[in-house]
């Protein structure tokens, strides 16, 4: 059964199990991924651990670094082998190594270069490509709803969602502050939260006035729900920007970290894999993009939970990610969003006509015409291997009549 959003969810991770070279980096990635979600925690509690849990928590944004570079240069069989997984459990134990002796040397010796990778690429650019993705998935569900957004109902419905859109927002922030953390007010994380709040409405402002714009055209609900899925985002972030950082394992909070990551993923195996099969220009093999998701989403987390042992601000501790998130999301939906309604107002080429491309009537007698001459052909040869029998005598130049007469000679002695 064929489930639109589920059914495009699924399909965009399987590029993450294709092989069982990407099936050993996928167990390598979410194993990394606990063992930093740990690391985080337990510094908090024990910070004279803090260089053996960044080491430990580094080697796998590491890792994939050089994995991505190797799938990018046709080694990746020399990182994990097709063929057995002990043995791609051996060559990732050794590249693991180099990885750490990796991290050491940019964090002393090569800071620029460690803040440019990690950073900028890693950090910033997950949290661009979660943007994005989010986005460009939002457009696509919503444009897999039917609505007739001509209809007098559909355009209640999209006032009701304009107006939902910041409700949802403010309930976010309010709600937090009063009930969940009052000791908030006045704190760095309160500032992000109210930038974050104005962007989002802000947002939803502009939004709005694309919305009208569009209330006769068809794009009018992917514009309506669009909105409403950055809403929610935005929501989502503010609340944990606001919520006090429990060091403990929190089951929920894992479990919807886990499932951005795999939106993320899904969104990514979606677009990157499905170039690998295009006759482009810019191709990204299967392999590659997979990597470069692992090292981006690896290198976020480790990012983010090594500011956490950093922030002198006690409310900002675990939420450096989301408030990043926060301020990006807005701008990056509102470009997606200007793109996407450029590309609807663009003329498609028109398609030949189905009369164009079927045979015209003058093309039938040549056809005919060929198969005439295919059919003549072999009686022709059919008569020729007489001649070489008569090759074997070898006859003088002599009129074509006569070989028939020397055909019959040998007959007559013959018999």
Same mark, same amino acid.
């Given at each position: 059964?064929?489930?639109?959003?589920?059914?495009?969810?699924?399909?965009?991770?399987?590029?993450?199990?294709?092989?069982? $070279?990407?099936?050993?980096?996928?167990?390598? !990635? =979410?194993?990394?991924? +606990? @063992?930093?979600?740990?690391?985080?925690?337990? %510094? #908090?509690?024990?910070?004279?651990?803090?260089?053996?849990?960044?080491?430990?928590?580094?080697?796998?944004?590491?890792?994939?670094?050089?994995?991505?570079?190797?799938?990018?240069?046709?080694?990746?069989?020399?990182?994990?082998?097709?063929?057995?997984?002990?043995?791609?459990?051996?060559?990732?134990?050794?590249?693991?190594?180099?990885?750490?002796?990796?991290?050491?040397?940019?964090?002393?010796?090569?800071?620029?270069?460690?803040?440019?990778?990690?950073?900028?690429?890693?950090?910033?650019?997950?949290?661009?490509?979660?943007?994005?993705?989010?986005?460009?998935?939002?457009?696509?569900?919503?444009?897999?709803?039917?609505?007739?957004?001509?209809?007098?109902?559909? $355009?209640?419905?999209?006032?009701?969602?304009? !107006? =939902?859109?910041?409700? +949802? @927002?403010?309930?976010?922030?309010?709600?937090? %502050? #009063?009930?969940?953390?009052?000791?908030?007010?006045?704190?760095?994380?309160?500032?992000?939260?109210?930038?974050?709040?104005?962007?989002?409405?802000?947002?939803?402002?502009?939004?709005?006035?694309?919305?009208?714009?569009?209330?006769?055209?068809?794009?009018?609900?992917?514009?309506?729900?669009?909105?409403?899925?950055?809403?929610?985002?935005?929501?989502?972030?503010?609340?944990?920007?606001?919520?006090?950082?429990?060091?403990?394992?929190?089951?929920?909070?894992?479990?919807?970290?886990?499932?951005?990551?795999?939106?993320?993923?899904?969104?990514?195996?979606?677009?990157?894999?499905?170039?690998?099969?295009?006759?482009?220009?810019?191709?990204?093999?299967?392999?590659?993009?997979?990597?470069?998701?692992?090292?981006?989403?690896?290198?976020?987390?480790? @990012?983010?939970?090594?500011?956490?042992?950093?922030?002198?601000?006690?409310?900002?501790?675990?939420?450096?990610?989301?408030?990043?998130?926060?301020?990006?999301?807005?701008?990056?939906?509102?470009?997606?969003?200007?793109?996407?309604?450029?590309?609807?107002?663009?003329?498609?080429?028109?398609?030949?006509?189905?009369?164009?491309?079927?045979?015209?009537?003058?093309?039938?007698?040549?056809?005919?015409?060929?198969?005439?001459?295919?059919?003549?052909?072999?009686?022709?040869?059919?008569?020729?291997?007489?001649?070489?029998?008569?090759?074997?005598?070898?006859?003088?130049?002599?009129?074509?009549?006569?070989?028939?007469?020397?055909?019959?000679?040998?007959?007559?002695?013959?018999?």
């Amino acid at each position: 059964m064929n489930i639109p959003m589920l059914s495009d969810f699924v399909e965009g991770l399987k590029i993450f199990f294709a092989s069982k $070279r990407l099936r050993w980096l996928t167990l390598v !990635f =979410f194993i990394g991924a +606990i @063992v930093i979600t740990i690391w985080e925690r337990l %510094l #908090l509690s024990f910070p004279v651990l803090l260089p053996l849990g960044l080491l430990s928590s580094g080697i796998f944004p590491g890792f994939f670094l050089i994995t991505a570079i190797a799938s990018f240069l046709g080694l990746g069989r020399f990182v994990a082998d097709e063929e057995s997984y002990f043995r791609s459990f051996i060559t990732t134990v050794i590249w693991m190594a180099l990885a750490g002796i990796l991290m050491l040397w940019l964090v002393l010796y090569a800071t620029f270069i460690y803040q440019i990778i990690f950073i900028v690429f890693a950090f910033l650019g997950w949290i661009v490509f979660q943007s994005y993705f989010a986005t460009r998935s939002s457009l696509k569900y919503a444009g897999s709803v039917q609505v007739e957004s001509r209809s007098r109902l559909a $355009r209640v419905l999209f006032v009701i969602i304009y !107006f =939902f859109n910041y409700f +949802i @927002v403010l309930a976010a922030l309010i709600g937090t %502050l #009063l009930f969940v953390n009052p000791s908030a007010f006045g704190s760095m994380a309160m500032v992000f939260a109210l930038i974050g709040v104005l962007l989002t409405m802000g947002f939803n402002f502009i939004n709005g006035l694309i919305l009208a714009a569009e209330r006769n055209r068809s794009t009018a609900s992917n514009v309506a729900f669009l909105g409403f899925f950055i809403s929610v985002y935005s929501a989502y972030f503010i609340y944990n920007v606001l919520k006090p950082f429990d060091p403990s394992l929190d089951v929920v909070s894992i479990s919807i970290s886990i499932f951005f990551i795999l939106y993320t993923m899904s969104g990514v195996g979606r677009t990157l894999a499905s170039r690998a099969e295009q006759d482009t220009r810019w191709k990204l093999s299967k392999e590659l993009a997979a990597t470069l998701t692992y090292f981006l989403a690896s290198g976020f987390m480790f @990012v983010d939970a090594s500011i956490s042992q950093m922030v002198s601000d006690p409310t900002l501790v675990g939420s450096i990610g989301d408030a990043v998130k926060l301020l990006i999301f807005p701008f990056v939906a509102l470009v997606m969003e200007v793109i996407f309604l450029m590309r609807s107002r663009k003329p498609k080429k028109p398609e030949p006509a189905p009369e164009d491309v079927q045979p015209t009537p003058e093309e039938e007698p040549t056809t005919e015409g060929e198969d005439t001459v295919s059919v003549e052909e072999p009686v022709e040869e059919e008569i020729t291997p007489e001649e070489p029998v008569d090759l074997v005598k070898e006859p003088l130049e002599e009129p074509t009549t006569e070989p028939e007469s020397e055909d019959h000679e040998p007959d007559n002695d013959e018999s």
